[in-house]
């Protein structure tokens, strides 16, 4: 019989502790010099590069160390008024995923004066579409993040009611697989990164009861490896962003104990990069801010405590931002009890 | 970044890159100028796609400049239409498949061939479709590309259901491990008007038998035989009025019964499922007081979802009565199958249990026996399934848990099917090692639940306990927290008295003064 093809990786041991310090370093020393190789080439998504830095700045408590008109004048900077989108940076193009990635950095800063707000409720509600789906911005490509950004935009705004609801959650369910995950439009294949998507969003529609959380828990746990790691589909490697993307939706579901939380936890740890700080998607890569976010934010749902006891702040798993900031909006997502209620 | 390596460098090649890359910096800062310069002037033209073409080839995600050369080619497109057909398309597309050369996960680019189909009315399917086929040849999992041959599949009609499942097929046949092609397959069946079923188990046990390890042969297995089965409609199942409540269950979960499909109506009735979800299997709700005439209450129900259990539109119900009762079965698995269908799950569970006894350390066939014998007669296998359960936890500890919860549900199942077990009004579910209780809303009629001496995590399943007198929860894992206060004390309106001790933190003093004056709490 054929042996299955390699696709998992052995682990460093032991792997270091969590480094926070190093993290912070890292964080707010990337973009300090503009004329950086990686941060220049990385201009186009720059405003979800700001909220990953800054997200995961926040959940080490080191938020002030990021000079908060800065960040202030550069959303405003990206802000089109025509149509009420946000770019990625000055002179691209507004898009619906820079647009969640502004908002969520204005309610991290609560400064929702910054911008004139009704227009964004505007712009995301011109890009729904008839099937409920959404476009990503005038070009018209659909994808189910662009749903999730949506949603999630409108709900920090407090306008979920710009937009038929009931038809966003009804593309979601549309895009529904036989394995109970979720992929990019209807058809497509599970995708671990596109269920965080749809299940948020549903979760923020208040509709997460309307999944078979059974089926879709057990292809989620699946996705852990012998290494401890999770894949984003079967027969892949494991990455440190579908710790997220896996522990969130299993969060959003109520069957965070699915899984194995300590061989995830080892895991996560081994993708630190020693010297530099930052989190890579394996260990040994290169790091970045992306991975960075989504390994603290998959560290903190599972309440990690290194032995000083250092602790992280706790992350909402629908918004992946700090949850003081989702309880100061009063802003509540629908989170599965499990244990056979639902 | 994805999959990119640190490498230590000496300080010279340091130094090298270093240099290579301000150059690389200085010329995109120069090109990304100069585009923006022209485009404000409104400079679409052939200019504009070599400068974004530059920049695109060396990094094909910034979205902006396929942006640009899409209002480029709008522009080009009514200036000349055959020239745009014959010669800009072409170059067009061989540009996308260039940039998806070096990046094959690049959104921007192959959106950029959807929008060059739907600016030309998919004149070139057919070549693009081929090209699609060669592509996934190269990476046969690259969800893109799948997307993009169901985009074009979409909207042409030059491949059959039967055609592409032979795709399917072959791409199958030359990789079984090969999850976007089950998935695919998963998609095609319910369009096909010729019975497949045999064909595609013998598929399947060729690919489990090649590489038994591999799940995704294994889901679509389990995918393919439970979707046989024909779904439950939904349908009310049980109603039960008193002085203090109104309950309805239902088979599967429903919308608050107040809707055109399901309305059960009494005036001045107010829904609520235990959890507050928007879908419930059990709604209940509080009998209004001046609709008690005597021991009836005049009840008017209509929709679908309710004509099995009540043949007229308005009734007396008489109080305390339960009307009506539940299946005797739980979901579609462990419903009665056709002698038919039973005999072919009997031939699957044959070949997964030699492939088990060949392969006994790995998993799937175990998981595949262990759902077989539920479907089967899950009454009857009940030893053989818990025998799978065990040999699951012990070679597959990751996912213990989940594990846990799963033989929770049977145990539930199996106590539920034993009907002197719960036809009283007391039910006893203590000492089961139960993590979880599945199927709550069937106990919401007992009087008297004990639960106490099992592993139970959390408490939200209580809520559904809304008849209960008293309830055992000793011995309990429950953590103390908002959840389990307010279902206590919000949640069931019949409780006088609740055993909870051996739960770490539970006390009098979690609870407010009116419910622990009157409630007995031990
Ligand atoms: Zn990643």
Redesign the interface.
């Known amino acids: 019989m054929a042996a299955s093809l390699s696709t998992d990786i052995i682990l460093p041991n032991p792997p270091p502790d969590l480094l926070l310090p190093k993290h912070a370093e890292f964080l707010s020393r990337y973009g300090t010099s503009k004329e950086d190789y990686e941060y220049c080439m990385t201009e186009f998504l720059r405003m979800s590069g700001m909220y990953w830095g800054l997200t995961a700045l926040s959940l080490m408590d080191k938020l002030d160390s990021v000079p908060p008109s800065d960040v202030i004048a550069f959303i405003q900077d990206c802000f089109d008024e025509t149509t009420g989108g946000f770019s990625p940076a000055k002179d691209h193009d507004p898009h619906v995923l820079y647009t969640l990635s502004a908002v969520q950095i204005i309610a991290m800063y609560d400064e929702f004066k910054a911008v004139d707000c009704s227009k964004i409720v505007s712009f995301i509600q011109s890009l729904q579409q008839a099937d409920g789906s959404f476009f990503g911005d005038q070009y018209g490509e659909v994808d189910i993040r662009f749903s999730f950004c949506a949603v999630a935009t409108l709900s920090l705004l407090k306008k979920l009611d710009a937009i038929n609801a009931r038809k966003a959650a009804d593309f979601i369910l549309s895009c529904q697989n036989f394995d109970g995950g979720f992929g990019s439009k209807p058809g497509s294949e599970s995708h671990a990164g596109l269920i965080y998507c749809a299940v948020g969003t549903l979760s923020i529609l208040k509709e997460v009861d309307r999944i078979n959380s059974d089926l879709l828990g057990w292809w989620l746990c699946e996705r852990q490896l012998k290494s401890g790691g999770f894949n984003g589909r079967p027969e892949k490697l494991p990455d440190v962003c579908y710790s997220w993307w896996v522990l969130a939706s299993l969060t959003i579901l109520g069957r965070q104990d699915w899984i194995d939380q300590k061989a995830l936890i080892k895991f996560i740890l081994s993708c630190q990069d020693t010297s530099t700080g930052g989190f890579a998607d394996r260990p040994g890569d290169v790091v970045d801010p992306f991975h960075t976010l989504f390994g603290l934010g998959a560290l903190s749902l599972l309440g990690y405590q290194d032995e000083k006891l250092l602790k992280l702040k706790k992350i909402n798993p629908v918004f992946c931002m700090s949850q003081d900031i989702i309880d100061k909006l009063e802003i509540e997502v629908q989170i599965l009890p499990g244990g056979g209620a639902s | 970044?994805?999959?990119?390596?640190?490498v230590e460098l000496s300080p010279e090649e340091e130094a090298k890159k270093q240099k290579e890359?301000?150059a690389?910096?200085a010329a995109?800062?120069f090109a990304?100028k100069k585009i923006?310069e022209k485009r404000s002037k409104g400079e679409l033209d052939s200019q504009m796609l070599s400068i974004t073409g530059q920049v695109l080839a060396a990094?094909p995600?910034?979205?902006?400049l396929?942006?640009i050369r899409?209002d480029t080619l709008e522009k080009l497109k009514k200036a000349d239409l055959s020239d745009f057909m014959d010669t800009v398309v072409p170059k067009e597309l061989e540009f996308s498949a260039f940039c998806l050369k070096s990046n094959p996960k690049s959104?921007g680019a192959w959106?950029h061939r959807?929008?060059l189909m739907?600016e030309t009315e998919f004149a070139r399917v057919e070549e693009e479709l081929n090209h699609c086929s060669k592509f996934l040849t190269y990476d046969d999992?690259n969800?893109h590309g799948?997307?993009y041959r169901?985009f074009l599949l979409d909207n042409c009609s030059l491949v059959t259901f039967e055609e592409e499942l032979q795709f399917s097929t072959d791409k199958i046949s030359s990789n079984f491990?090969n999850?976007?092609s089950w998935?695919l397959r998963?998609?095609i069946l319910p369009h096909l008007s010729k019975d497949y079923l045999e064909e595609e188990l013998e598929l399947i046990r060729n690919a489990a038998?090649?590489?038994?390890?591999?799940?995704?042969s294994w889901?679509?297995h389990l995918?393919l035989l439970k979707?046989q089965l024909k779904k439950d409609a939904p349908q009310l199942r049980v109603l039960q009025v008193s002085k203090v409540h109104v309950i309805a269950c239902f088979n599967v979960?429903v919308p608050m019964p107040s809707m055109d499909d399901i309305r059960i109506e009494i005036p001045g009735i107010i829904w609520k499922s235990?959890?507050n979800?928007?879908?419930?299997k059990l709604w209940i709700a509080n009998t209004p007081a001046d609709a008690i005439k005597d021991s009836d209450v005049q009840v008017s129900v209509s929709g679908k979802y309710i004509k099995e259990l009540f043949s007229s539109d308005s009734m007396g119900i008489e109080l305390d009565k339960l009307h009506g009762k539940f299946d005797s079965y739980f979901d579609e698995d462990t419903k009665p199958k056709t002698p038919a269908f039973d005999k072919l799950l009997r031939e699957e569970l044959a070949w997964v249990e030699e492939l088990h006894e060949l392969?006994p350390e790995i998993k799937w066939p175990i998981y595949t026996a262990m759902t077989l014998l539920r479907m089967i007669n899950f009454v009857e296998f009940k030893p053989q399934i818990t025998e799978y359960l065990d040999k699951l936890q012990k070679i597959d500890?990751?996912?213990?848990?989940?594990y846990n919860?799963l033989r929770?549900?049977f145990v539930?199942e199996w106590i539920l099917l034993d009907k002197a077990k719960v036809d009283e009004e007391i039910v006893d579910l203590s000492g089961l090692e139960l993590?979880?209780?599945?199927?709550?809303e069937r106990f919401c009629y007992h009087r008297v639940i004990d639960c106490s001496r099992n592993k139970?995590?959390?408490a939200?399943?209580l809520?559904?306990f809304v008849n209960c007198h008293m309830l055992d929860i000793s011995n309990n894992q429950i953590p103390v927290n908002l959840?389990l206060v307010k279902v206590l004390q919000g949640l069931l309106p019949n409780l006088k008295c609740i055993k909870s001790s051996g739960n770490q933190g539970f006390g009098v003093s979690m609870f407010s003064k009116e419910f622990a004056d009157s409630v007995k709490i031990v």
């Open positions: 970044m994805h999959g990119r390596q640190r890359r301000e690389k910096v995109y800062q990304m923006i990094n995600d910034i979205s902006t396929w942006n899409k959104y959106y959807c929008w739907k999992r969800f799948w997307d169901r491990s999850f976007s998935h998963s998609k038998f090649t590489d038994p390890k591999d799940q995704s889901l679509y995918w979707s979960p235990p959890l979800s928007g879908r419930s392969e500890p990751k996912r213990t848990n989940y919860d929770s549900k539930i993590t979880s209780i599945y199927y709550p139970l995590k959390n939200a399943s809520a559904s959840t």
